[in-house]
């Protein structure tokens, strides 16, 4: 079980289509600042997902640094 901080003001965005899943925490933030045009330091979640749809990986700031959650 994957515990991920949420609380009123957290938004989750969930990227539309396909996402190269060999992508690291750099890369997927690069996405979220690119594509997205968010900042993956905002306290947002950011979840991407997989061709065959069995990986999903999720973005996630903390106070210093970005973690990144695979499920």
């Known amino acids: 079980m994957m515990m991920l901080p949420t609380g009123t003001?957290?938004?989750i965005h969930i990227a539309a289509g396909v996402t190269?899943?060999?992508k690291g925490m750099d890369g997927l933030a690069m996405l979220v600042e690119g594509v997205l045009k968010e900042?993956?330091?905002s306290g947002h979640l950011f979840a991407f997902r997989?061709?065959?749809a069995n990986l999903i990986k999720i973005v996630c700031p903390s106070s210093e640094h970005l973690a990144l959650k695979a499920a």
Do not use: H, L
């Open 9 to 11: 003001s957290v938004k």
């Open 20 to 22: 190269d899943m060999r």
């Open 39 to 41: 900042d993956p330091f």
């Open 50 to 52: 997989g061709r065959k």
